[in-house]
């Protein structure tokens, strides 16, 4: 099988765990919406020297959920770097707050639709 060479065995570990330890956010999403979906979409995917909660490499389009620890500047800063190497990649980024999930998954579902309709029809 070949691998991908955005792929960091390093990571292999911590994605595993983070699978098993999902918060209650990405448990909504994964099994109310993502796992059913017609694209196949990976959970906790290393991409490089990052994890990215959800990933479809068939779209190139991953999903962040993100909680209050995102809040931090520290953390905006972080955010923002990891966003632009996985942009420079091609992959496209969508961030959902945890609230925007556990209070409104069909509104982030439409989200995410449009977003699909724009990376298979980039030109409407």
């Not at 990571?11 to 909504?28: D, F, P, V």
């Not at 995102?70 to 496209?92: A, C, M, P, Q, S």
């Not at 409104?104 to 724009?118: D, P, T």
Request: aromatic share 10%; charged share 35%.
């Amino acid at each position: 099988m070949r691998r991908s060479f955005l792929y960091n065995p390093k990571l292999k570990l911590r994605a595993r765990q983070m699978r098993n330890e999902m918060t209650a956010a990405e448990k909504k999403l994964w099994y109310g919406y993502l796992e059913q979906d017609r694209n196949r979409w990976l959970r906790q995917k290393p991409i490089g020297d990052y994890i990215i909660d959800f990933y479809c490499p068939k779209l190139k389009l991953a999903i962040e959920v993100d909680g209050t620890t995102h809040l931090e500047n520290k953390d905006k800063v972080y955010d923002k770097k990891r966003t632009e190497e996985l942009e420079k990649l091609g992959i496209k980024i969508l961030r959902f707050w945890n609230n925007d999930i556990l209070d409104g998954l069909a509104e982030v579902e439409n989200v995410i639709e449009e977003q699909i309709k724009n990376i298979k029809s980039p030109n409407k």
